[in-house]
Structures are given as structure tokens and as C-alpha cells.
């Protein structure tokens, strides 16, 4: 199993929830978050004075998937959540060494599939 985290701009969440629904993926936890990368920010007038904004707005969407299902889902969030433009995200893949379902306590594949 992997677990899929990714960093994206909020106004993409839409459709990189439809591309990753069109692949398979059964559900994905989303977080509001805020940071910055080589983007470093930006500044913004307001009611006269500028001031900069380092923390920007981002989501994080975090997915747990079957490792047959990982280029799949890696694809998907690239094609649906890129602009071109610097702050775009990042992706990141961990090993996930088991799952269980509280409900049942059922663990393994069977719990994210």
C-alpha cells in the first residue's frame, strides 16, 4: 500500500477530485493548509499599505491506494492540477505497512478497496 500526499493550488481541488474519482480512487482526505516553497510569497496592498504575504493558501490531499494503483493516481493529479506556473504543488509517496478498518476490523488491501 502507499499513501499519496499532495500539495495543491485550492482552486484545482475539483478537478483532481474527478480525475482521481475517473482512476478509482474511493476517497481521499482534503486539508486546508498554508506554506510556500520557491515561490516565496507574495505582496499585496491593503487600504494603502503593502505588505507581504509569505504563508500562501494550499490543500492537501492525502490517499491511501493499492501499489498497482500508484502511476495511476500520480498521473491524474499532475495532469489535473498543473497550470505551468511556479507554486503548482508537489506530490510525495510513502510506504504504508498496514491499514484496518475500525468497524469490522478487517486489515490489508481489502480496507482501501
Known amino acids: 500500500m502507499k499513501k499519496v500526499e499532495a500539495i495543491i493550488k485550492p482552486f484545482k481541488l475539483e478537478e483532481v477530485k474527478e480525475a482521481l474519482s475517473s482512476v478509482g480512487v474511493q476517497g481521499l482526505t482534503v ?26 493558501p494550499k ?40 491499514a484496518i478498518r475500525i468497524r469490522t476490523g478487517e486489515s490489508g488491501d481489502i480496507v482501501i478497496s
Open 59 to 98: 490543500v492537501k490531499l492525502e490517499i491511501v491506494i493499492t501499489d498497482d494503483k500508484l502511476k495511476q493516481v500520480i498521473e491524474a493529479i499532475v495532469k489535473a492540477a498543473s497550470t505551468g506556473r511556479i507554486g503548482d504543488g508537489k506530490i510525495f509517496v510513502y510506504n504504508i505497512e498496514d
Open 31 to 56: 486539508t486546508e493548509v498554508k506554506g510556500f516553497g520557491r515561490q516565496k510569497g507574495h505582496k499585496e496592498l491593503y487600504r494603502g499599505a503593502e505588505y507581504i504575504v509569505e504563508f500562501l
